[in-house]
T-cell receptor, first 116, second 120 residues
Framework: AQTVTQSQPEMSVQEAETVTLSCTYD???????LFWYKQPPSRQMILVIR??????QNATENRFSVNFQKAAKSFSLKISDSQLGDAAMYFC?????????????FGAGTRLFVKA | GAVVSQHPSWVICKSGTSVKIECRSL??????MFWYRQFPKQSLMLMAT?????????EQGVEKDKFLINHASLTLSTLTVTSAHPEDSSFYIC????????????????FGAGTRLSVL
């Protein structure tokens, strides 16, 4: 069965520093998508970044970048120059399609604290 | 920036009744919208992809007859929770993809503020 594991329930980072949130997944599929979502205390979700499994190049969005290791089934999120507004719950997600249709699995989330 | 309006923000209903949640893209057209469900302990589920003018694409394991999705225009998608029961109580979130912003590969999505459903 496909699973997504975020092994760090909580992380903290000093403002302006860099932090990496881990995400590993288990699948036998070769084609899939990976996502990082951010949910601040307001609960308004933001799609931070998306990665297609067939692409070797790591996706980046401004200060957010991923380290996608397909063989290791790892999809970590790096936040550079952390800002107070980065404090949020971060969810990693995996999405694939098979004969049963689309299936998306979310990790349990990592709560990120940013210290001033 | 682009705004997605979700209404109502909070609804309380009796068991057995149906509840409709609206999701509107206010200043852009969205051929594709998404419906998510966040359970009381924060875990998330993508329920379905709503496609303008056609049937929604439900994720595996989601009851289509329970969660009715209609996307009749480029700016409005609705989720109806039919015959709601206490176990349907959750935070429901919609998002809309701006079809004109960037390329499809960019996959820009804007999220609504969510609807808290409490079924008594």
């Amino acid at each position: 069965a496909q699973t997504v594991t975020q092994s760090q329930p909580e992380m903290s980072v000093q403002e302006a520093e860099t932090v990496t949130l881990s995400c590993t997944y288990d699948t036998s599929e070769s084609d899939y998508y990976l996502f990082w979502y951010k949910q601040p205390p307001s609960r308004q979700m933001i799609l931070v970044i998306r990665q297609e499994a067939y692409k070797q190049q790591n996706a980046t969005e401004n200060r957010f970048s991923v380290n996608f290791q397909k063989a290791a089934k790892s999809f970590s999120l790096k936040i550079s120059d952390s800002q107070l507004g980065d404090a949020a719950m971060y969810f990693c997600a995996y999405r694939t399609y098979n004969t049963g249709g689309f299936k998306t699995i979310f990790g349990a989330g990592t709560r990120l604290f940013v210290k001033a | 920036g682009a705004v997605v309006s979700q209404h109502p923000s909070w609804v309380i209903c009796k068991s057995g009744t149906s509840v409709k949640i609206e999701c509107r893209s206010l200043d852009f057209q969205a051929t594709t919208m998404f419906w998510y469900r966040q359970f009381p302990k924060q875990s998330l589920m993508l329920m379905a992809t709503s496609n303008e003018g056609s049937k929604a694409t439900y994720e595996q394991g989601v009851e289509k007859d329970k969660f009715l999705i209609n996307h009749a225009s480029l700016t409005l998608s609705t989720l109806t929770v039919t015959s709601a029961h206490p176990e349907d109580s959750s935070f429901y979130i919609c998002s809309a993809r701006d079809q004109l912003a960037g390329t499809l590969a960019k996959n820009i999505q804007y999220f609504g503020a969510g609807t808290r459903l409490s079924v008594l």
